[in-house]
């Protein structure tokens, strides 16, 4: 379904759109986020303050930066502002883009569409191109949205693209041919890094997916929220986007890679100048424009992305060696596939444990926060966020082991 009767026809099927889902993951962390001591659900890296970037800068600068910063947003006007975001914000976006662009394509302001958070990106992108009827083809485990979203926009059409710990998370190219042959999808929607389980596919394996996406005419949307965040990897990708195919999404934000998840501040990046006026036209019905203090934070702080970057992978390399040692000394117990990007690890639990009971009495009664696999639709395995402060990884996993020692499940 598509061109002039796409309103209609969506208009015409509300009455009988599927139910959207509860969003399990964000359940379950809005009910124990607040009042916990250890968290090990977070997915952003240690989170930052604006004095925290002012002190990247030279330190006889650093008075003079932060009163201009400072008077220009306590005398800013505030009104609806920059609405499609400002220049100097697209610009620096731009940029991250294009660090390791090899392609004759380089990502312009142009190229990009600003929104509130990956989250509001990526909802755009689904409420953009998803009519009823349309089928869809999305990875699992993802993060939810990712398969919630266009399983309702799609009215039911979403086809699942499972990864396995089995096959070390990597892509079985052969199985996403067969299911797009099947199904005939208009899109297909991918996670690089993903979470919940840190895995990267590399540019070889991307290219190979695009190919076929290409063959086939589909778009092809890549959640990139925890680009670049490649901490330990020794062969990262570049975007989706600088691959040279057209029909492709890249969505990022603030939150994650650059620390900044309360600017609320994501974008959506395509070469696609017809689609790029879609999204800006349907856009136009659920965010006007950005905050403008958010905008001009967010370029602010992207001017400065290097030094958060160089900041971050230190945190995520340290958090990970205590994973590490943690898993080692599990003696089999816990298993699991040690990301080499983003922020979270999918751990394996290898005995008869509930993980959502265990992550419930973890949270209650130890006020430790990590994420059952369940939430997931993976029982048996939990999510465990490393990018949060040293303190915080180090006194959950403490407890945890406790926890798992009371149990008599952890062999000394
Ligand atoms: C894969 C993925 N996409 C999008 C989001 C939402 O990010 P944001 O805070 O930028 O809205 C998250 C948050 O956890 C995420 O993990």
New binding site residues.
Partial sequence: MSGGNTSAARRKNIEIAMIQEDFDVEQFMNKYETGIKYNLGE?CVDSMSIKDIIKFFPEDEQQSVEKQLHDEVFNMKLVYGWIEGSDELKTNIAKIYNEDNKSELKVTKENIIITN????A?FLCFYTLINPGDKIIAVEP??Q?LTSVPNVFSDGNLVKFPILDSEGYQPDLDKLKLLINQHKPKMLII?NPN?PTGYLWNNDQIAEIIDICKSNDMYIMC?E??RPLYHSSTNPPTSIVNFGYKKTLSTG????AFSF?GLRL?WIVSHDDSLIKDLASKRDYNTISISMIDDKFSSFILSNYKKILARNYVICQNNLKQIDNFIEESKGLITWIRPVAGTTAFIKFNDNLITMDLSIELAEKHKVLMVPGECFQYPGYARVGFGNSVEDIKGGLEVLKNVLIEKGVWKH
Avoid at 117 to 120: R, S
Avoid at 253 to 256: A, D, G, L, T, V
């Fill in positions: 997915t958070g990956a989250i509001g990526n993802s993060y949205q996670n979470n959640d929220v925890y934000s603030m939150s994650k998840a994501g």
